[in-house]
């Protein structure tokens, strides 16, 4: 073979490649069948229209993607427990959603949340008690700082808020992310957010929770979140690092279980503030035996 056929061979290769590439680059995508392997509503979109994933704390959601996700099945529930239960029975124990562009997991089963409890070392300072304000961002209540590397102090006083409510949180949660002149005033977007301190006043919402529930399970079955800094594997799926991880108690505890105040310690403990002294486990009781007389 000469020299000529030999560049005519390489030249039609070439173009026959530049050829296959425009074509294929022309052709429609197929539609993603899922974006992680953990069941539950998927985005009608293509792999190169969705969300970043992982979105750290403090963003804006409305500057990073205007996908609403999916808010139109969420304004059909009254609250974010009836969503959560909601997912579990049609998903079962994990299921994920989109609340806007982001990412969020649901865990509804006790042993899947022993898997949560074993990546504590990588928990971030976040609020337990306030899965609205975290899946906004309100860095106040979320922040990027490791939960070993804080000290939180044991301590049942402390100013009570109104965002520390579940009503609060269930109006931003079905709101979505869009609500930025709505929900954050200017007072809220100067002033330094006092992490530390939200996680503080964990003891404060529980026992108020108590106080004010007519139930106990009903108090002790408020939706919970937490927050990694790294990716983690929960049952066998991998969840990437600031994905919301929504917490459903009303599954996890046993309602008929006769110690259910300490079982709700033993199983979300490892949760930022959920780490009660004896001092604060004896004055929850004393509220829970004031409500019985």
Not at 101 to 122: F, G, Q, T
Not at 168 to 188: A, Y
Request: charged fraction near 25%.
């Amino acid at each position: 073979m000469g020299v000529q056929e030999v560049l005519l061979y390489f030249f039609w290769n070439f173009v026959g490649f530049q050829f296959f590439l425009f074509v294929w680059n022309r052709l429609p995508k197929p539609k993603p069948i899922d974006y992680t392997t953990i069941p539950g509503l998927k985005l009608e979109c293509s792999a190169e229209e969705l969300p970043p994933l992982s979105i750290p704390p403090p963003q804006s959601l409305s500057t990073i993607h205007k996908e609403k996700g999916h808010l139109s099945e969420i304004s059909k529930t009254e609250s974010i427990r009836e969503f959560l239960e909601f997912s579990h029975q049609l998903f079962g124990p994990i299921s994920s959603f989109y609340w806007g562009p982001r990412y969020v997991v649901i865990v509804s089963s006790k042993k899947i949340l022993a898997d949560l409890r074993n990546a504590r070392e990588n928990l971030v300072c976040a609020n337990p008690y306030l899965p609205g304000s975290v899946l906004f961002g309100d860095s106040r209540f979320s922040s990027i700082f490791p939960l070993n590397s804080v000290y939180i102090e044991k301590t049942m006083n402390g100013e009570w808020k109104n965002e520390f409510s579940e009503e609060f949180q269930n109006h931003i949660f079905q709101r979505g992310p869009f609500l930025d002149g709505e929900m954050m005033t200017n007072e809220m977007r100067e002033n330094p957010r006092d992490i530390i301190q939200s996680l503080q006043l964990v003891f404060k919402i529980l026992q108020k929770e108590i106080q004010e529930s007519e139930t106990l399970i009903d108090a002790l079955c408020r939706p919970l979140v937490c927050l990694y800094e790294k990716e983690i594997d929960v049952d066998a799926h991998p969840v990437p690092a600031w994905v919301p991880i929504l917490l459903h108690p009303m599954q996890i505890l046993d309602r008929n279980s006769a110690t259910l105040l300490d079982d709700f310690h033993e199983e979300f403990n490892f949760l930022p503030g959920c780490s009660f002294n004896d001092q604060q486990l004896i004055e929850l009781k004393k509220t829970l035996k004031a409500l019985r007389k």
